[in-house]
């Protein structure tokens, strides 16, 4: 009796040994670091979301030295998170990438400025120094000035503009009357760092209109030649959106799965959790589908760049449903 428990555990062993080697691999490189942002994919890889998809993926932090786009185009990983106006350009530059799915339906980009600077509409921004972020962050914010017909280039009737780092010490130290940040992010620093909300006014990109798309999931257009490449994305994209819908309906749980995987320790729960609620504003409403109206949106918004567009024709073949229409069946 033993020697066929023994052979049966051995056996059960060595099975659960060949769906572990036959598990595909995926590197997903998210666009920066760890933190709710991207709760969705760290919360299917602990709920086993993508081991259910026979997925083994590795989820690879970004920072303020990792471009996305480059990453994947040099062969470090098989798909990568990023903003819509970034894939764009890089898209037209000769990096070919693909859209292939879009968790974040709305924008949570804004200009957050001291109200003791007088600023209280966009038509106030002349004559101002703005702290813009960079690195492809930076388009959004350069479409919308196009927009209002303000120059970049300094002068009372144009703005300055500040490369901000990825901090809100601009603000804080008056170097810039307003500065970059996100709704579940930076503006809460800026709080955090004791400005009181009653002391700030927030344009957000959202009610102006130039709101462009964030957060999407990009993979190399020649990999969707293979159909097996195709169906490891439609495991991925479909064991994605199931985290992300977890993520939504329970915040908190999230924020801490979050946290279990922050190496860096420098995030805290409050921040977290935070961060989370703000989050779930911006997936809701998207089953991971690009909605055509919100892709229209951004592509005319990035074209109204004046004699500098961030694009300069409409993209082709920029995105795709194939791996969407299958994986969300």
């Given at each position: 009796?033993?020697?066929?428990?023994?052979?049966?555990?051995?056996?059960?062993?060595?099975?659960?040994?060949?769906?572990a080697?036959?598990?595909?691999?995926v590197?997903?490189?998210?666009?920066?670091?760890?933190?709710?942002?991207?709760?969705?994919?760290?919360?299917?890889?602990?709920k086993?979301?993508?081991?259910?998809?026979?997925?083994?993926?590795?989820?690879?932090?970004g920072g303020?030295?990792?471009?996305?786009?480059?990453?994947?185009a040099?062969?470090?990983?098989?798909?990568?998170?990023d903003?819509?106006?970034?894939?764009?350009?890089?898209?037209?530059k000769?990096v070919?990438?693909?859209?292939?799915?879009?968790?974040f339906?709305?924008?949570?980009?804004?200009?957050t400025?001291?109200?003791?600077?007088?600023i209280?509409?966009?038509?106030d921004f002349?004559?101002?120094?703005l702290?813009?972020?960079?690195?492809?962050?930076e388009?959004?914010?350069?479409?919308?000035?196009s927009?209002?017909?303000?120059?970049t280039?300094?002068?009372?009737?144009?703005?300055?503009?500040?490369?901000?780092?990825f901090?809100?010490?601009?603000?804080?130290q008056?170097?810039?009357?307003?500065?970059?940040?996100?709704?579940?992010n930076?503006y809460?620093?800026?709080?955090?760092?004791?400005?009181?909300?009653?002391d700030?006014?927030?344009?957000?990109?959202e009610?102006?209109?130039?709101?462009?798309l964030?957060?999407?999931i990009y993979?190399?257009?020649?990999?969707?030649?293979?159909?097996a490449?195709?169906d490891?994305?439609?495991?991925?994209?479909?064991?994605?959106?199931?985290?992300?819908?977890?993520?939504e309906?329970?915040?908190d749980?999230?924020?801490?799965?979050?946290?279990?995987?922050?190496?860096?320790?420098?995030?805290?729960?409050e921040?977290?959790k935070?961060?989370?609620?703000?989050?779930?504003?911006?997936?809701?409403?998207?089953?991971?589908?690009l909605?055509?109206?919100d892709?229209?949106?951004?592509?005319?918004?990035?074209?109204?760049g004046g004699?500098?567009?961030?694009?300069s024709?409409?993209?082709e073949?920029?995105?795709?449903?194939?791996v969407?229409?299958?994986a969300?069946?």
């Amino acid at each position: 009796m033993k020697k066929m428990i023994v052979s049966l555990l051995a056996g059960a062993m060595s099975l659960a040994a060949i769906q572990a080697l036959a598990a595909d691999k995926v590197t997903l490189q998210l666009k920066w670091v760890t933190q709710a942002q991207f709760a969705g994919y760290y919360v299917a890889q602990e709920k086993g979301f993508y081991e259910e998809e026979n997925l083994d993926v590795d989820i690879k932090p970004g920072g303020p030295d990792i471009a996305p786009p480059q990453v994947l185009a040099g062969g470090g990983a098989d798909v990568i998170i990023d903003w819509m106006p970034s894939a764009l350009a890089t898209r037209e530059k000769g990096v070919p990438l693909v859209n292939i799915a879009q968790p974040f339906k709305s924008s949570g980009m804004m200009l957050t400025c001291r109200k003791d600077t007088g600023i209280t509409k966009p038509e106030d921004f002349k004559g101002k120094t703005l702290g813009v972020w960079f690195f492809g962050n930076e388009y959004p914010f350069l479409s919308w000035m196009s927009t209002l017909g303000i120059k970049t280039d300094g002068g009372p009737d144009g703005v300055t503009v500040l490369k901000q780092g990825f901090n809100v010490d601009p603000l804080l130290q008056k170097q810039a009357d307003c500065i970059s940040t996100m709704t579940y992010n930076e503006y809460w620093q800026v709080i955090d760092a004791g400005i009181k909300p009653e002391d700030l006014i927030t344009f957000k990109y959202e009610d102006q209109g130039v709101a462009t798309l964030e957060d999407g999931i990009y993979v190399l257009e020649d990999k969707l030649k293979d159909p097996a490449f195709v169906d490891k994305m439609v495991r991925f994209v479909r064991a994605s959106m199931k985290g992300w819908k977890y993520a939504e309906q329970n915040p908190d749980e999230a924020a801490m799965i979050v946290l279990d995987n922050d190496a860096t320790g420098a995030q805290t729960e409050e921040h977290q959790k935070r961060m989370m609620g703000e989050i779930a504003k911006l997936t809701a409403g998207s089953n991971g589908a690009l909605d055509d109206a919100d892709y229209k949106r951004t592509v005319a918004t990035l074209l109204k760049g004046g004699s500098d567009p961030v694009i300069s024709k409409e993209p082709e073949g920029a995105f795709t449903y194939e791996v969407t229409d299958k994986a969300l069946k």
